[in-house]
């Protein structure tokens, strides 16, 4: 293993290294650009042994990576905002045919107003695309990420596209000093993609074909608990990573302090390690705060998050997001877990970091003392609302 | 060995379908595969011959074939060529089949990315002149005056005011290696091109018409003499492109009637003779060109 200083987009294109896709083809979008760079730059040097197309848009990156995928090879494809949503099309196709193609996402604003600064609105919008969705907190673990997304991805009884989403610029361009193992160990982790779901001239196939009203639903239900049993693939994924590279991770989530908290906050991606500094400090002062990281959109942990939470008094969602017209997307998903477990502790929204629009600590103490003395359901931070 | 009725292999790779009777692409589709054999690999977007040969549970290629998305059949193809080279495997012809409207208009971009990148493909537009598949709508291929359910022949506009346009020379704009036009009326002219492009490094592209009776108005004993008539008449041509040169496969001696050729379709039957005679204007200075230029 070696050490270097990497942003999270480098650390990223370095787990893709290790991952030996067959395929990449993807096209540039700022906060993934880097990404791209990187991994052209490697298959330049012939640290990377790929085939790199230079597709001529999103739509036919991910189309690309589909015909790579069902001619049985492992494939790559990174965005961003509006090139996620140029490919949605492809999002759902991908997944229908069960190609395990894995996409890093770099989470940015959507248009209009133009922005390129992170935000969440991108990824969150395709929570219903039937991709497998993870938020990486650090470079170290996008890093990781990459590499257990394949091996997730790529179990047969899973069969599903995989994105792995990297909060712009202040993850993808914030440096760290990250862990990367050697090829080695990555291929001890990693073994080669193996799969039936693939053209063959041997055994001719009709792929990706129509299925009306009397089978289409036995496709869909299929595609759900492809879904479904990537649960207990990404336990068996961590804990063959933790044996081969000594880190560990904590599954769909990432409790930290909740087991005695009143008072916690529930969020995506990056900003969860200033939600912490701000927990511990409260500590301090007697406050039982506590945080809770999400790390699998879908599969959703609605178990897990509901465990967590049970015995708080209250909890604040922290997300970058909103869908119009109702409230943030986490929310939505938060609550009905909570619901559906039977779980009856008060709940909050908070929308914050829109547009990249920075969280600074006392934010985030501000949301422990709102949710300690009681708010709105819907909380717009920075933006003071008459009731 | 040149491909005639009599060598073209007897083995079917597209049957079961549910296209309609006398259908063009159909038939384009199905020989194209006989020349190709059974290691082409097909990539078909939306459209006809998609929709009516992969229905599940009866999928009607014997070769490897898959649907890509409506403008996804040159990425697919390029994703497909590039994953079966990277396993190793060498013996393939990575094949598309798209309609006028999967080719010229939402597919252009694709199509135009993969000939940039010359990734090595035959692309094979078969052309109807007009979405069919979701019920005979204009596409950029419709041609003047045709009616369509998006351009209806009234009182105000007599059918697609637009002419078609020119794939097949947008196509060779890219210095692409090899791009051909054919028609099913002519079919060993036809599947002649496909066998060339077989053997040509790079990326290939082939514009078959291939009538619909469905849309056209034509009785579907008559698809392939009207498919001949097409190019008889001149409106449509015999070509290739290859190696920067235009050249063309077939020169009709005397070019035959327009006005015949559109009388006997009711997609044309609003138009009046001096729609006709317009028509035949554009089709006398298109001729004027290719016998100076591309002779
Ligand atoms: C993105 C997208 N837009 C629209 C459609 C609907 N659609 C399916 S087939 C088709 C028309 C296809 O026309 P063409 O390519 O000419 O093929 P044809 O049906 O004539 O054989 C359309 C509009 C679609 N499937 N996908
Ligand atoms: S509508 Fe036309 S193109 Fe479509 S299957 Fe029928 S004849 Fe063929
Ligand atoms: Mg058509």
Known sequence: MAKKFLSGDEAFAEGIRLARPEVISAYPITPQTIVVEKLSEMVENKSLDSAFIHVESEHSALSCAMGASAAGVRAFTATSSQGLLYMVECLYYASGGRFPIVMMNANRSTALPWNIYGDQRDSLSQLDSGWIQAYAENAQESLDLALMSYYIAENEKVSTPFMVNLDGFILTHTYEEVDIPTQEQADTFLPKYETDNKLDLDAPKNMAFSAGPEHNYIFKYKEHIGMKNSVSVIQEAEKKFSENFGRNYSGLIDAYQTKDADYIIVTLGSIAGLCRETADKLRKKGIKAGVLRIRYMRPFPAKEIAESVKYAKAIAVLEKDISFGNEGAVFTNVNSALYTEQVSVLSYNFIGGLGGRNISESDIEHIYAEIQRGTKKVNFMGIEVAE | ?295
Request: glycine share 10%; proline share 3%; net charge positive.
């Open chain 2, 1 to 295: 060995m040149a491909i005639t009725a009599k060598t073209l292999c007897k083995d079917e790779f597209f049957y079961g379908h549910k296209a309609c009777a006398g259908c063009g692409g159909s038939l384009a589709v199905r020989n194209a595969l006989k020349v190709l054999g059974k290691n082409a690999v097909a990539v078909l977007p939306a459209g006809c011959m998609s929709a009516v040969g992969f229905n599940f549970p009866q999928l009607c290629f014997a070769n490897n074939a898959i649907i890509s998305t409506f403008a996804g059949t040159a990425s697919m193809l390029t994703g497909i060529e590039a994953g079966l080279r990277r396993r190793g495997i060498t013996d393939f012809t990575a094949v598309g089949f798209a309609g006028d409207g999967g080719t010229a208009d939402i597919g252009i971009q694709a199509l135009s990315g993969a000939i940039d990148r010359n990734d090595n493909m035959i692309y094979i537009c078969y052309d109807n002149e007009a979405y069919m598949n979701t019920g005979i709508q204009k596409s950029g291929l419709t041609p003047f005056g045709a009616k369509t359910t998006t351009t209806p022949a009234g009182e105000n506009i007599r059918g697609n005011i637009r002419p078609k346009k020119n794939m097949f020379e947008i196509v060779a704009a890219h210095d692409i290696p090899y791009a051909a036009t054919a028609t099913v009326g002519y079919m060993t002219d036809f599947l002649n091109k496909v066998e060339k492009a077989s053997k040509i490094k790079g990326t290939k592209y082939i514009h078959v018409i291939a009538p619909c009776p469905t849309g056209w108005g034509i009785p579907v004993s008559d698809t392939v003499e009207i498919a001949k008539e097409i190019v008889d008449c001149g409106l449509w041509y015999l070509a290739e492109y290859e190696k920067g040169v235009y050249h063309i496969t077939y020169q009709p001696k005397e070019l035959t009637s327009v006005s015949d050729y559109i009388r006997k379709q009711g997609r044309f039957r609003h138009l009046t003779d001096a729609d006709i005679e317009m028509i035949i204007n554009s089709r006398n200075q298109k001729w004027e060109k290719i016998r100076k230029e591309w002779a």
